[in-house]
Nanobody, 114 residues
Framework: QVQLVESGGGLVQAGGSLRLSCAAS????????MDWYRQAPGKQRELVAS???????DYADSVKGRFTISRDNARNTVYLQMNSLKPEDTAVYYC????????WGQGTQVTVSS
């Protein structure tokens, strides 16, 4: 059974940085596409960043140049490095992966104060 567990969220001032982690079990992160989504209060969940099994990365326009998705195959973990954070980045961030079935983590709260 695939499980995704996020960590690393918290409260940070605007301009600061956080690194989110998504530890996977029941699968290997290097063999499947992995994504980070976020959902702000009253808004739809949106795709933030993705990395394919081949290592190709893609980002939402709103985070390009500020966020970086990466993975550590030895730790079976995917990361989201978030720099130059803005108050509008405040949301619950979810790790996600889909091959036939959708798998979601429980989410981690990121709050950016102005």
């Amino acid at each position: 059974q695939v499980q995704l567990v996020e960590s690393g969220g918290g409260l940070v001032q605007a301009g600061g940085s956080l690194r989110l982690s998504c530890a996977a079990s029941g699968t290997t992160v290097s063999s499947r596409p992995m994504d980070w989504y976020r959902q702000a209060p009253g808004k739809q969940r949106e795709l933030v960043a993705s990395i394919t099994s081949g290592g190709s990365r893609d980002y939402a326009d709103s985070v390009k140049g500020r966020f970086t998705i990466s993975r550590d195959n030895a730790r079976n973990t995917v990361y989201l490095q978030m720099n130059s954070l803005k108050p509008e980045d405040t949301a619950v961030y979810y790790c996600h992966s889909k091959i036939l079935l959708d798998y979601w983590g429980q989410g981690t709260q990121v709050t950016v104060s102005s």
